[in-house]
């Protein structure tokens, strides 16, 4: 049967809603940022989401990919009322993507911050010397391997990488001084790369205050006029990311399962209550 109302005006019959995002896990792996970003974009135009909720547990992750998320939350709160809720961990990229957002209530024992950037490069050259292995190299610009782990760093790629290092963690100081509307100076001053309490987090003005996920639906709902109705969304994902998702997920299961048993039968455990089965 053929519908004659367009998409546009099924839309508008939507009942008004408070759009919550799950945002768990590292960004990168387990939140993907371009998936995120289009999400973001999706609500700002549906007129029937008329806020959002972000609940946040993350680590962070790829500087890139909290960037990209972070910009998307920027233009979704130009049109609509935004809320960050942290509930466990709001660190590094994933305090960014909170800082980007109208108002953020954390969890009285969650942890928050962790301004800064981080880069990791392990040097492997050492250990293939060993079982003589050696690594040729062909490239066709001088520092193209610049971040090679098969050889040191010269002097002058350490001082490249950290000048990229430092490009990254401007942006991130500016993004949270402009999404919290504090003095940069004083962002800098806490963007030590360490974590806060949630007290203390909330002494900086790194957040607005303590709550819970529904304090965080109570404000959405008030800021926008909405009713107190919610909808909880995700990124869409195709058939063999699922497939994928769920099959990595039973691989991991069942790793950890037999590593358990190992365990006892070593006379070692992680747990020591009484076993089952």
Not at 152 to 165: F, N, S, V, Y
Request: neutral net charge; hydrophobic residues 45%; proline residues 5%.
């Amino acid at each position: 049967m053929l519908s004659l109302i367009a998409p546009s005006a099924l839309r508008q019959l939507r009942p008004q809603t408070i759009a919550v995002v799950d945002v768990q896990g590292a960004i990168g792996p387990s939140v993907r940022p371009l998936e995120y970003a289009r999400l973001f974009t999706k609500l700002r135009d549906d007129d029937s989401v008329r806020a959002v909720v972000l609940n946040i547990d993350s680590p962070g992750g790829s500087a890139t990919g909290s960037d990209l998320m972070a910009r998307a939350v920027l233009r979704l709160r130009e049109e609509k009322p935004v809320v960050a809720f942290i509930g466990g961990l709001g660190a590094s990229g994933g305090y960014m993507l909170a800082s980007a957002a109208h108002y953020v209530i954390a969890l009285p024992a969650a942890l928050v911050g962790a301004i800064g950037v981080i880069a990791y490069r392990p040097l492997v050259f050492e250990a293939l010397d060993k079982i003589g292995v050696q690594m040729r190299v062909s490239k066709s610009g001088r520092l193209k391997d610049m971040l090679s782990p098969f050889r040191e760093a010269t002097e002058e790629e350490q001082a490249k990488e950290q000048r990229l290092i430092d490009a990254m963690y401007d942006l991130f100081v500016e993004g949270v001084a402009h999404g919290r509307n504090l003095p940069e100076e004083r962002v800098r001053e806490l963007a030590t790369g360490e974590v806060f309490a949630t007290p203390d987090a909330l002494a900086a003005g790194l957040i607005d205050r303590t709550g819970d996920i529904e304090d965080a639906i109570d404000w959405a709902a008030e800021r926008s006029g909405a009713p107190r109705r919610t909808r909880i969304v995700r990124p869409k994902r195709g058939l063999r990311d699922l497939v994928l998702g769920r099959a990595s997920m039973a691989l991991a299961e069942s790793i950890g399962a037999e590593l358990e048993a190992s365990l006892y039968r070593g006379g070692a455990a992680l747990y020591r209550g009484p076993r089952l089965g």
